[in-house]
Nanobody, 125 residues
Framework: QVQLVESGGGLVQAGGSLRLSCTAS????????MGWFRQAPGKEREFVAA????????HYADSVKGRLTISRDNAKNTVYLQMNSLKPDDTALYYC??????????????????WGQGTQVTVSS
């Protein structure tokens, strides 16, 4: 059974930092692109960042460029999202996802096959 488990969310003041982790079990993620998405209350799920299987390529939503950094440690079967200079607009439930049907990173949630349960990030002003 494939499981993706996110951790590291919490409450932080604007300008602060958090580091999210996503660890997979039942799936070796080293050959798959991985992504982070988020969903704020009353809004649709949106793309945040994605990383290629090797970590050599990344892609970010314009709203997070320069503040959030995606990385991965395939030996630990884990993907990370370093979040700096957080803003209240970053408040959302953050999900990691695995894209097992393609070698190419995607910004579309429909391309991802496995999802975690999410970790809440709340940024106060």
């Amino acid at each position: 059974q494939v499981q993706l488990v996110e951790s590291g969310g919490g409450l932080v003041q604007a300008g602060g930092s958090l580091r999210l982790s996503c660890t997979a079990s039942g799936l070796t993620i080293s050959t798959y692109p991985m992504g982070w998405f988020r969903q704020a209350p009353g809004k649709e799920r949106e793309f945040v960042a994605a990383i290629s299987w090797s970590g050599g390529a990344t892609h970010y939503a314009d709203s997070v460029k320069g503040r959030l950094t995606i990385s991965r440690d395939n030996a630990k079967n884990t993907v990370y999202l370093q979040m700096n200079s957080l803003k209240p607009d970053d408040t959302a439930l953050y999900y990691c996802a695995a894209e097992t049907s393609s070698y190419y990173i995607s910004t579309r949630s429909s391309e991802y096959d496995y999802w975690g349960q999410g970790t809440q990030v709340t940024v106060s002003s």
